[in-house]
């Protein structure tokens, strides 16, 4: 089959379009034919190199974390989807940038009415969404909540799902000015540019400060996020796009003022409760195909275009979800 992998860690040129051997569903698995692969920030760090180096079949890695299509053959003892439905598919051990893809079942839902380039981007996106918000945040309703790298395919998704959850006021930083009139379309009351988030923050909560802080940034943004916590205030960490892996917190800080610091790692999640990972994706395809959270549509680029794409990410020059079209599906 046809795939997208690399042989080398490095920059998005070290992508390219491989021949592999189609994957066969073991036990408990299903095999997808691909539609639409979701491209995350995580897949950049992948093709780096912070995963690890490439191991798998003739030396190469191909990454791709969640993805919808139609189920093309079952594994021993899967009760759940059937032969022909259209599904979306968490992969925690890769392998989306292709035309075929195995998921264990815990992790493949039925798409609903959802459309599949739509349903691409839910499987990792949104349980990681909630999880941030609901298990890690321990969000009530009536707080205030600040999001960082806020039009990313993450920050996006909770933008709404705060505002369902009870959010009384939703703010996000972003990383240049010209991002910040995505604000209204995607559930935010203001987008701040993240330089200046501090005093902007303040001034917006009337000095009071937030009671949640989604934070995938880290280093400086991370310390300035416990500052402008409302007493008994969390900063969730789930990323370090800074690469600020030197930072540490003061416990006597944490303990002085009030705050919490909080972290979450979907892949862990994934290997202790793997069922929480299907209850949000399932709760996540519904509430999209109904309308309870809007819907925003990907932007679809065709997979020969991963390359660009990839550099799109890296660069931070993306916002909202991107998938790529696998073979005979349209790209936009
Ligand atoms: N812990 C978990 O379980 C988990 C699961 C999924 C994703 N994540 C993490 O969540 C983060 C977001 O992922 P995503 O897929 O939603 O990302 P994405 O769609 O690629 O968006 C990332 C955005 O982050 C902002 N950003 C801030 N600092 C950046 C930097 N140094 N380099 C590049 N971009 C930077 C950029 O926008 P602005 O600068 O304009 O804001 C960029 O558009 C990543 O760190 C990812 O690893 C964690």
Redesign the pocket.
Known sequence: MRAYGFKSNGGPEVLEEIQVPTPRPGPGQVLIEVAYAGV???EV?HRRGEFGEPDGPGGYDVPGLEVSGTVAALGSGVTGPVVGEQVAAYLPAFGGYAEFAVADADFVRPVGGLPLADAAGVP??YP?AYGVLMDAGRLRAGETVLIH???????SAAARIARAYGAARVFG????GS?AQLAAGLGYDALFV?DEFEDAVREATVGRGVDLVLD??GGPVRRAGLEVLAPFGRVVT?????RHTDWTADVWDLWKNNRTLAG????DVARRSPATIGEYLSTALSALASGALARVPPTVVSSSDVVEVHRR??A?R??GKTVLALAGHTAG
């Open positions: 995350n920030f995580a760090q990792c996106v990681t790298a806020a039009v990313g395919g993450v920050g930083t972003v990383g240049t991002k993240r995938p940034v789930y990323g370090d796009l800074g979450y790692n979907i892949g990410h890296e931070g993306t916002h």
